[in-house]
């Protein structure tokens, strides 16, 4: 059993989610927890629309685009995702919650960037044959209320996954979102930006699985951002500490919290 983690870049458009479905194809007869980011910028596009809705400023616009966004996705894959429930969902948050804190209200609203992209992905996967089941990660990551930064109970959090996970896995893949989380009394949480990885690690941990894979657009981990010097070299190994030491001083290649679960 592996757990896959893809990151927003990798989903950013049409043909990304089909490589997502190329790259699971190389790995048949393997059990899979497949974990997802929302889809390209997404989660700036739903922080600046939270952000105007908390300021009382004009968010259609941006709304509308971000369905936009999504419905092309959608179309190209030829596949059929209720887009309207989610902007339906974005839009009762935003309204509905109106006179909540500020990051309680960010993550009641920007999680669902994650919920749309692993709906496309799942509907996707299952249109090609790859049998998964989508399932919602809210139901198996018990957080504390830090808002914008869950702290998850990894006790009830593992339970969770264990029994609710391990029976689906016998017969077909799991798609999850990243990033986020509940709390005991049912409000969404999110557990930091690039938080993602996290959840992988989570799933890995709770499962006891034999890897965690975290797909990027990269060759590996390498010894500096090749976005800014083109003259970076892959990096052959790594140990555990390195890797914390390298996401504690800003390497941003992993989140910070993704090492210790594994
Ligand atoms: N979508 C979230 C973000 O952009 C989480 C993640 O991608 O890991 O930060």
Wanted: net charge negative; hydrophobic share 40%.
């Amino acid at each position: 059993m592996k757990v896959f983690k893809f990151g927003g870049a990798s989903v950013k458009d049409a043909e990304g989610v089909k490589n997502v479905a190329t790259i699971i194809n190389r790995f048949p007869g393997e059990q899979l927890v497949i974990v997802v980011s929302a889809m390209g910028k997404s989660t700036n596009a739903l922080e600046v629309i939270v952000q105007n809705a908390f300021e009382d400023k004009a968010y259609q616009d941006e709304l509308n685009q971000l369905y936009d966004y999504h419905k092309n996705i959608v179309e190209t894959l030829q596949i059929h995702v209720e887009l309207n429930y989610f902007i339906d969902l974005i839009i009762q948050q935003l309204e509905g919650n109106r006179k909540m804190a500020f990051p309680k209200y960010y993550d009641q609203v920007v999680s669902v960037g994650e919920l749309i992209s692993s709906s496309i992905l799942s509907a996707y996967l299952n249109s090609v044959g790859i049998n998964n089941e989508w399932t919602d990660a809210r139901e198996l990551i018990l957080t504390d209320d830090t808002w914008r930064a869950g702290i998850v109970d990894t006790t009830t959090t593992v339970e969770q996954i264990e029994t609710k996970i391990i029976p689906i896995l016998t017969n077909k893949h799991i798609v999850t979102q990243g990033f986020i989380g509940r709390t005991i009394n049912g409000y969404t949480t999110t557990l930091g930006r690039e938080g993602s990885d996290y959840t992988g690690a989570i799933f890995a941990s709770a499962l006891d699985a034999e890897g965690l894979w975290i797909w990027k657009d990269v060759p590996g981990v390498l010894n500096a951002d090749p976005k800014l010097f083109n003259d970076a070299v892959k990096l052959p190994e790594l140990t555990y500490y390195e890797a914390i030491e390298m996401t504690y001083y800003g390497a941003s290649v992993i989140h910070p919290k993704t090492i210790q679960p594994l």
